[in-house]
Each structure stands twice: as structure tokens, then as C-alpha cells.
């Protein structure tokens, strides 16, 4: 079946430094990938999304690239701040099917 | 316009009573979708109704069941409560066309003792 795994956190920073969460998938098909943050006590609130192979998401200096050879949805950002400190979410939807399968979850926590 | 509304917030109940959780997802959407979010087994599927009809269900027992309404607002409902039914209950509704993305509400935390 379909699933998706994630790098385990917390994954600690300083501000401003680079950040990769990595994110790997199984499906069939061609699902869509998704990017989820979650900060305390909120639900979940969609970072970015990318629906096709070679597609880039990208939102509030957040990216990520759908990379179908290496099964691969890999969530980057050049230079973090303190408010992006969340629990980040790699997700995918199959086809004609609105249910997400969702990573573990990443912690990150950026320190000024 | 308004977002994803789940009601209550928070809700307390003791073991054995069952609970009713309600979503009301935004405004002309008719897919919603529930998840379950704890933190050992993560987020977790429960449901996902378009038009009123359950299309798909998450590996979950028998006590946990839903309804979607005509006017898309939806409810899940747990019998018998469990001790590890504690949890936070999401909801998440979409337009259900392609390329569409889900908004979630900010959840209901529910807590079994």
C-alpha cells in the first residue's frame, strides 16, 4: 500500500541556517505530495503542494521538488527564523481519493 | 470566508459513554475527511464522505462511525470510549475536484478518563 516515511526529529537549528527535512513515499499511480505545519495547539495548515513529477512547490521560502525517480518530496529552506519552529508533515493523495497519508511527523526548532 | 469549524474544542468523557464530534467544512465543499492524531501512532485515517456517502474508511473498529449531512457538515461518532480513544480528532474538507488541497479545522481534543 501506499505509505510515506520521514527523517525522525527534532531536528534543532539556528536562525538563518539551511534546512532539509527529507521525505520518501510508496505509491502506486501518480499520487500528489504535500507538505502539512503544525503549530502548537493549531490543526494542520497546507505549506506547499506538488500534484506532478518534476512539479515545484514552493511558499513562504519553503520548497520542495517532486523527484519520481528517487521517490522523493524533500522539504528545503535557505534561512529559517524562529517562527517557523512547527511540526512539518510530508504527506500524498492517491488517485480520485481525497485521503492523505501522512509521515511521522518533524519537529523543528530554530533558536535565535 | 470561513474556515474549517469543528465543535467542541475540547471534551472530557469517561470511559464506556460515546461522543459525537461535528465539522462543518468551508463553504462549497462537499468532501470531509476525519483523522485521528496521536502522538504514537500519528495522524491516522478515519473517514472520508463526498455527497453524503462514506467512500472510504481507515482501519479502525466498528465503534467509530460518521454521517455527512446534505449540507456537507459532518459527524463522527465513538461508542464504548477507550482509554486510548484520547486524541485529537481532525477534520478536513476539499472541493473534490483535481488539484485540490484539504483545509483542516483546528481540531477537537478529546480525552478519555
Known amino acids: 500500500g501506499n505509505s510515506v516515511t520521514q527523517m525522525e526529529g527534532p531536528v534543532t537549528l539556528s536562525e538563518e541556517a539551511f534546512l532539509t527535512i527529507n521525505c520518501t513515499y510508496t505509491a502506486t499511480g501518480y499520487p500528489s505530495l504535500f507538505w502539512y505545519v503544525q503549530y502548537p495547539g493549531e490543526g494542520l495548515q497546507l505549506l506547499l503542494k506538488a500534484t506532478k513529477a518534476d512539479d515545484k512547490g514552493s511558499n513562504k521560502g519553503f520548497e520542495a521538488t517532486y523527484r519520481k525517480e528517487t521517490t522523493s518530496f524533500h522539504l528545503e529552506k535557505g534561512s529559517v527564523q524562529v517562527s517557523d519552529s512547527a511540526v512539518y508533515f510530508c504527506?500524498?493523495?492517491?488517485?480520485?481519493?481525497?485521503?492523505?497519508?501522512f509521515g511521522t511527523g518533524t519537529r523543528l526548532q530554530v533558536f535565535p | 470566508k470561513a474556515g474549517v469549524t469543528q465543535t467542541p474544542r475540547y471534551l472530557i468523557k469517561t470511559r464506556g459513554q460515546q461522543v459525537t464530534l461535528s465539522c462543518s467544512p468551508i463553504?462549497?465543499?462537499?468532501?470531509v475527511s476525519w483523522y485521528q492524531q496521536t502522538p504514537g501512532q500519528g495522524l491516522q485515517f478515519l473517514f472520508e464522505y463526498f455527497s453524503e456517502t462514506q467512500r472510504n474508511k481507515g482501519n479502525f473498529p466498528g465503534r467509530f462511525s460518521g454521517r455527512q449531512f446534505s449540507n456537507s457538515r459532518s459527524e463522527m461518532n465513538v461508542s464504548t470510549l477507550e482509554l486510548g480513544d484520547s486524541a485529537l480528532y481532525l477534520c478536513?474538507?476539499?472541493?473534490?475536484?483535481?488539484?485540490?488541497?484539504?483545509?483542516f479545522g483546528q481540531g477537537t481534543r478529546l480525552t478519555v478518563v
Open positions: 463553504s462549497g465543499h462537499r468532501s
Open positions: 478536513a474538507s476539499s472541493l473534490r475536484t483535481d488539484n485540490t488541497e484539504a483545509f
Open positions: 504527506a500524498l493523495r492517491g488517485y480520485n481519493t481525497d485521503k492523505l497519508i
